[in-house]
């Protein structure tokens, strides 16, 4: 069990797919959350048009690196080009790698209607966010 709080982060449908099929192992990130470690539960709210809470995993490992020492790390893992890496990473000297493991895949994913009808302001995170206490307790992690 870990010590840290559940994170809700938001992530494209086409990149949720990849880690549901194994394909995605590590997930990269602009900024590392503070309260983030091995064994960390992570849920994945799918963005539009999806709009739910799909599943998650566990934190294997995390790495904050140069940004062409991380992308030596995790160029077969992440799913992504090096054209969309150094997009998405453009302005920033280092990137953050979020190594997956223990992926599951909820059979009925907790839609955005369902969570704002079920849970008390339910905001998706806009990146990531800690998820509250009553969050999870509703979800069941």
Known sequence: MSDYPTILIAIQPK????IFEG???VE???VKPKRIGDGSIVLLYVSSPIKSIAGGFRVKNIVEE???KLWKKVYNLAGISRKDFEKYYCGNSKGVGIFIE????YSKPFSLVELRKNLNNFIPPQSFRYATQEETS????
Do not use: S
């Open 15 to 18: 990149y949720a797919d990849l």
């Open 23 to 25: 394909l995605k192992k």
């Open 28 to 30: 990269l990130r602009r």
């Open 66 to 68: 140069p940004i062409n």
């Open 102 to 105: 223990n992926t599951w895949k």
């Open 138 to 141: 509703y979800i069941g992690v």
